[in-house]
């Protein structure tokens, strides 16, 4: 019989290739970048720049009407004479608008007031009566004329012409339009200087130019028409203002 072969046992240890080590570390390198994005992106989120601008438009086009606001004053010792006087001016005024083109329909007039003329003038004696009148023309071009003849027809004061246009609605909305995107566009270049992006809206609230109206004298419209600038030029102008919050990410 013969004897057994010896047996051996061969005890393999499993060896970590080199390949294997390096896909771990990339794993890590990986997760940590990842862990540092969110920590950034979260920071960036939660700390939004709020900024206010203020925008402003501007719409211009020539005007199709101008409206004249004026008053007619009558003095007498009888407060019926006064009146009734006073009354005929606006008759003869009337008939003289007519005359220059404008329509009855566009002719207003206010009840006839009496008051003692001391009240007006310290120290006179009778009584003032007065009438409010206005008058809107589509002749713009010729609207300093008009005014300097309602002082020769005996205004005694004239308002500065209100000139308007037919679709001012349109032009309203224009002219806001205009300053939201001159608001928008002072809002990006903050933000790009502070390497932040509009994102909404917070508020907004508007403001307009106001009309005005102030008085002119006999002797500005005749001699300069310093103070009818507005309708010898013929331009209806509309100014918006807007004051915009944008919060920014």
Known sequence: MEPAAPSFTANIQPVES??????????????SGLVLLVVVVWTYISS???ITVTGSGEVSVPATN????????????SIATAVSSVQNKAD?????????????????????????????????SGFQATVSMAAKTVNVSSVSGLVADLYTNGALVVAQPVLSVENQNKLNQEALDSA??????QASKIGNSNWKFIRKIVS??????????TSTTKADVVTSGA?????????????KAVSVSYKMW
């Open 18 to 31: 080199k390949s294997a080590s390096g896909w771990n570390l990339n794993k890590i390198l990986l997760g």
């Open 48 to 50: 939004p720049l709020v």
């Open 66 to 77: 101008a409206t004249l606001s004026f008053t007619l004053s009558a003095n007498d010792n």
């Open 92 to 124: 003869t005024m009337r008939s003289f608008l007519r005359t220059k083109g404008v329509a009855e329909g566009d002719i207003a007039q206010s009840q006839v007031t009496a008051v003692p003329a001391s009240l007006v003038v310290a120290g006179a």
């Open 180 to 185: 939201m995107k001159d608001a928008r566009s």
């Open 204 to 213: 907004i609230s508007q403001a307009s130019s106001p009309s005005t109206s």
């Open 227 to 239: 103070n009818t600038t507005a309708a010898t030029n013929g331009v209806f102008k509309i100014v």
